[in-house]
């Protein structure tokens, strides 16, 4: 059974449709370059990520945000359905491509902002 989904790819800054095969656990891990994969929701679609995604160097990470009040998200997701009994399924045909570029926003976090965040400022009374 063919699966449609829905790629987030922030390292090429791309939104594609993809067609999986299968919906294995070892499929979706080749697919988002992971070993470890966590479960959210986006889009009233379920959102594959790397679960170790922003423990990665930041300086070979690439991100992403839904909407400019989104929590980043590190590395690519995947955009899939779900059936009644909660197994992945293709994507409503309402969900497109386009949708959901709209609403990505891709980013990197400047060296600057990593380093002051590392910082531990004491502000005198």
């Keep these: 059974m063919m699966t449609k989904a829905i790629l987030i790819d922030p390292f090429t800054e791309t939104v594609s449709n993809v067609t999986l095969v299968d919906t294995k656990l070892q499929t979706i891990y080749n697919l988002l370059a992971c070993d470890l994969i966590t479960i959210t929701s986006a889009f009233g679609a379920d959102m594959i990520l790397d679960d170790e995604g ?70 005198p009374f």
Excluded: C, M
């Excluded at 160097?57 to 400019?68: H, M, N, R, V």
């Excluded at 590190?74 to 994507?91: I, P, Y």
């Excluded at 570029?101 to 004491?122: D, G």
């Design 54 to 123: 922003l423990l990665k160097d930041s300086a070979s990470q690439a991100y992403f945000k839904i909407g400019i009040d989104s929590q980043p998200y590190a590395g690519k997701a995947l955009l899939v359905g779900s059936d009644a009994e909660g197994n992945f399924a293709s994507l409503p045909e309402n969900l497109t491509t386009e949708k959901v570029f709209e609403k990505v926003i891709f980013f990197k976090p400047s060296e600057n902002h990593l380093e002051e965040s590392r910082e531990i400022k004491f502000i």
